[in-house]
C-alpha cells in the first residue's frame, strides 16, 4: 500500500523555509504549492515528478481484524461485576434482568451476548 509520509514532508518544508508559523493559512498554501512543485526523479535521470511522490512510500500493514456484531468472544480484559451484569448497576434479579441460555450468568435484558460464556442471547 502506498503512504503519504505528511510529517516528513512537513518537516522538510518547515526546516527549509523561513516564517512558516506565521499565517497558517498562507503556510498550508504554500506547503501545498510546495509538494506540487516538479522536481528531477531520482529513480528515472531526466524525468520529473511532483514533490509529493518523493514523500510517497510502500509499507505492508498487517491485516485488520473485522469486527463482527454478531460473534462476540470474550477475553477476560473486561470483568464482570455486580453479580455477572454488563451494562446495568442493579446486582438482584427483577423484571429487567435474564439468564444467558447457556451458562446460566445473570445479564440485563439489553444484552446480546453473554459476558461470561460469549454465547448470542435472543
Not at 70 to 75: N, Y
Not at 106 to 121: D, H, I, M, W, Y
Request: aromatic share 10%; charged share 20%; hydrophobic share 40%.
Amino acid at each position: 500500500m502506498k503512504v503519504f509520509g505528511g510529517k516528513a514532508a512537513a518537516e522538510d518544508y518547515m526546516s527549509n523555509h523561513t516564517l512558516t508559523f506565521s499565517t497558517p493559512e498562507l503556510t498550508l498554501m504554500r506547503f501545498a504549492f510546495w509538494l506540487s512543485d516538479m522536481i528531477p526523479d531520482p529513480k528515472n535521470p531526466g524525468q520529473q515528478m511532483p514533490r509529493i511522490m518523493a514523500f510517497v512510500e510502500e509499507k505492508d500493514f498487517a491485516p485488520v481484524a473485522v469486527i463482527d456484531d454478531d460473534k462476540f468472544v470474550p477475553t477476560g480484559a473486561v470483568k464482570t461485576m455486580s453479580g455477572g451484569l454488563y451494562g446495568s448497576v442493579n446486582a438482584e434479579a427483577g423484571p429487567d434482568s435474564k439468564f444467558c441460555s447457556e451458562c446460566g450468568t445473570k445479564l440485563s435484558v439489553n444484552a446480546r451476548f453473554c459476558t461470561e460464556c460469549g454465547a448470542t442471547q435472543e
